[in-house]
C-alpha cells in the first residue's frame, strides 16, 4: 500500500510492516494503525520509526531500551498479554518513544510507558509500567558523562 | 460527578468489581485502597497527563535523518 508521510514522502509498504493499535496512544487516541520501519535496512539498528497510515505528519522516533540501559525490566501483565493475544514471548517486541529536542544527543527515552508490539499479529499498546521510571531518561547518559570528564 | 461522603475505613463498589476504600485522612491526604481486578489499569491522573502530552511532544518533533546517521557513524565507533 502506498504511504503518505511527512519525513519519507510517498512510501510503498507491505501489510506486514502494519501494526495496530486498538486504543491508540495516549494523547492521539484516534490514530490506530501504524508502520513499524526500522531506522536502516540491516535490521541492526536500534531505532525504530513508527509512522502513522492516517497522518502524514504523525510519525514516532522508537528505540530498543534494553541497548542503552541493559537492567531495564518490563513486566507484561495477564492484561496486556491477553489484549495483544501474545502467547510466545519470542513475538514480543518492547521499544520506548523517543523525544528529540535540538539534537538527538539530548534525547530523551520514556521508560515509563514503553511500547508493547505482538510481531507476529502485528498489535500493539502503550503499557504503563508500576516501576519507577522516568519519561525523560536521557537516551546516552554513559556518553555524556565520559564527556563531562 | 457523582459526590459520595465517606468515612474512614468506609467504601464504594463500582460496578460490583471495583472497591474503592478510605484508608486514612491526614490534613489535605486522603489515603485510597483501590481492589479491583488484574485487568484493571489504574494510575494516579498526573502520570497518565505526563505520558499523554509526552507522547504529543514526540509526535511533533523535527529532526533530520542527517542527524541520525551522523550521530550512528559516533556511537559505533
Redesign the interface.
Known sequence: MKLHTARFGEMDVTEERLVTFESGIPGLEHFTTYCLLPADDQDESPFYFLQSTEESGLCFFLADPFSFYPNYEVNLDDSTLAQLNLTDPAHALVLSILTVQGSLKEATMNLKAPLIFNTEERTGKQLVLKQEYGIKEPLLKQVNTEEAE | MLVLGRKKGESIVINDEIELKIISIDGDTVKLGVEAP????I?RKE??E????????????E?S?E??RE??KK?SS
Open positions: 488484574k485487568n484493571i489499569a494510575h502520570v497518565y505526563a505520558i499523554q502530552s509526552e507522547n504529543k511532544l514526540a509526535a511533533m518533533q529532526f535523518l542527524d541520525l550521530f550512528r556511537t
